[in-house]
């Protein structure tokens, strides 16, 4: 396993100090960073926004001392010839800042964090802003950074929060962003889906990987056919663990061929069978158009973007 840092306090302590320096960054898709990268060139980095946002190399003297000084104490710095390079990332979102892997996230077990999350938070809160009832037990499963759970957690006060995960990387980030955020009830599980945890939930939340990735990565490889694998599975395993009132909100990439769109179909029949009233819609009708060149999407129109809303009646 990779390891990210080696501190959380001293981690803490820099995310501290960049917020007093009013740090922000917005992540972007690793198509668009690796463009703002060959952009750059060889040149290093100008300000924090480059050596915590867009992982460029820098010099140490780029940096106030006490933030030169917190970041090798968190031990997120590694050399690059003569500059340095952070382990890490800092991203903004819903007023937070998440901690998440260095730009490229090719490690088997990076935490990813990317426009998708920031989607994915987006559609949870809308759901929250809407629910009449309370979510006393929630999960993210699959949580990566935390940062759906986490935002859970902020409207949800009292609720016990579950992050799951079956990357150990992935739990350890999400645990210090909870800290980060200031939210209690939060409790990291390693789990593959729902197999490790007990008991039945008010709100189920996930964005699992959707993409046929050769390498594996498990923030990115979603299995079956076409990259449903995994959003499917976890329709069928929320569906047996919601309470009565409880609701599955599920963010994830569909592939459509030859107009039709074969996650949608299944993922609605497993609803109904389970008894669940369900709706779906495309959030984005056409996102990643560049994995459309790899040949195991010959036979795709486009690659969606959509949210499935599940709920158990009372």
């Known amino acids: 396993m990779s390891t990210l840092w080696t501190s959380d306090d001293a981690l803490a302590a820099l995310v501290d100090a960049l917020r007093a320096r009013n740090y922000a960054f917005t992540t972007v898709t690793p198509a668009t960073h690796a463009h703002v990268a060959r952009r750059m060139g060889d040149a290093p980095a100008r300000s924090l926004r480059d050596v915590l946002g867009w992982s460029r190399p820098f010099?140490?003297?780029?940096?106030?001392?006490?933030?030169?000084?917190?970041?090798?104490?968190?031990?997120i710095l590694v050399s690059a010839g003569a500059l340095w390079r952070a382990t890490i990332r800092l991203s903004s979102l819903d007023g937070e800042l998440f901690v998440h892997a260095a730009y490229p996230p090719t490690a088997q077990d990076a935490v990813f964090f990317g426009p998708d999350t920031m989607r994915f938070?987006?559609?949870?809160?809308?759901?929250?802003?809407?629910?009449?009832?309370?979510?006393?037990?929630?999960?993210?499963i699959g949580c990566g950074s935390g940062a759906a759970g986490i935002a859970v957690a902020k409207r949800a006060p009292g609720a016990e929060v579950l992050l799951v995960d079956i990357n150990p990387n992935a739990l350890r980030a999400a645990t210090l962003n909870a800290r980060l955020a200031g939210v209690t009830g939060t409790v990291p599980?390693?789990?593959?889906?729902?197999?490790?945890?007990?008991?039945?939930?008010?709100?189920?939340v996930s964005n699992p990987p959707f993409m046929l990735d050769a390498q594996g990565r498990t923030y990115r490889h979603g299995g079956g056919e076409f990259g449903e694998g995994l959003s499917l599975a976890v329709v069928e395993a929320a569906a047996e663990r919601l309470n009565p009132r409880g609701a599955l909100v599920l963010f994830t990439g569909s592939v459509i061929v030859e107009g039709e769109d074969p996650f949608r179909e299944a993922a609605l029949t497993a609803c109904a069978r389970a008894g669940l009233s369900a709706q779906y819609r495309e959030y984005d009708p056409d996102a990643y158009g560049e994995e459309l060149?790899?040949?195991?999407?010959?036979?795709?129109d486009r690659i969606a973007l959509a949210v499935l809303v599940a709920t158990r009646e009372a």
């Open 59 to 75: 010099a140490e003297d780029l940096l106030p001392p006490d933030i030169f000084g917190l970041m090798r104490e968190a031990g």
């Open 121 to 140: 938070v987006a559609c949870v809160t809308q759901y929250l802003a809407g629910r009449e009832a309370p979510v006393r037990r929630a999960v993210d």
């Open 189 to 204: 599980v390693t789990s593959d889906l729902l197999a490790g945890t007990d008991g039945a939930f008010d709100l189920v």
């Open 293 to 300: 060149a790899d040949p195991i999407y010959a036979r795709a």
